[in-house]
């Protein structure tokens, strides 16, 4: 039985109107000037997702957009795997705006799933499915060449799961890519030292400088790695917008072209690993 929590307020102003535990997290869930926002971890402080309860697609984070850019960075883009549900605004977005395309979703937590559906509205559907479990166990089983797109966005109410920021736990993604597959990890640069740690880690799996996009509204940055010896990669702004205009410009409320000219940070002074080609 879900908890409503109608008359409690967070010492933000926030109404919470749910706030639980389950095996995996303290869960809150709160409301703000018509902002619902689900938090991972103690006191409420990290937003997972948030939605507008009067227009539910209005974009409030930026990474999903950057997200969306990857479908148009590479021909392959049918068969998705992305570990993490959060609130599943992303899920939504894919099921109902791009239904050639498969997107499966490894979440760790049922209540998760139960809270996704009961206040933002999730629901899987024909081309969008959910499996409970352990996104590194999910990984590991699948046979090698599995996914055109791998998308990790899990996020344990302090930063992504220790045992899903590693170079072993990329190097595993990446066998499980196809040739010219894409692997999109969304980074927090709030923890400084596992951010580059992780990007440095990155170059050196992949053998190539990642594809850095950030927002200017977030401390979000999505790194995004072609799993290929042969093509050149990272793409320039204008290479990748002649890709969007060949797959689809607008993903809902995002729009691609416009996703493409966000600050592409190449970190290759930051990267301490020589990167061979």
Known sequence: MLKNLTKSFSSNGSKVIYEGDS???????TEKDGVRTLHLGPEARESQTSISLAKPETPIFEYPGM?????????????????????????NLFKKYL????????????LIVELAGTYFGFEAGENVK???????????????????QIWLDAFNGHYIPPHMCNSDFLAMVKLKLVEEGLCVQNLHQTAWLYYQTQ?????????????????TRSAN???????????????????????????????????LTEEAQKT??????????VVGR
């Open 67 to 91: 997200v969306f850019l990857g479908l148009a960075l590479t021909q392959k883009n049918k068969n998705i795997l992305m570990l993490g549900l959060g609130g599943g605004f992303i899920p």
């Open 221 to 255: 940055t999505i790194c995004m790695s072609l799993n290929s010896e042969f093509l050149d990669w990272p793409p320039d702004t204008q290479q990748i917008i002649a890709r969007v205009k060949t797959f689809q410009t607008k993903v809902g409320p995002y729009i």
């Open 23 to 29: 095996a995996f997290h303290h869960i809150t869930i």
């Open 99 to 110: 239904k050639d395309h498969n997107l499966t979703i490894v979440e760790l937590d049922p």
């Open 130 to 148: 959910v499996i409970l479990g352990d996104g590194l166990e999910f990984v590991a089983a699948a046979q090698e060449a599995s996914y055109d």
């Open 199 to 215: 990007i440095e880690d990155t170059a050196r799996i992949f053998s190539q400088t990642p594809l850095l996009l950030s927002g």
């Open 264 to 273: 592409m940070k190449r970190q290759t002074a930051r990267i301490k690993t």
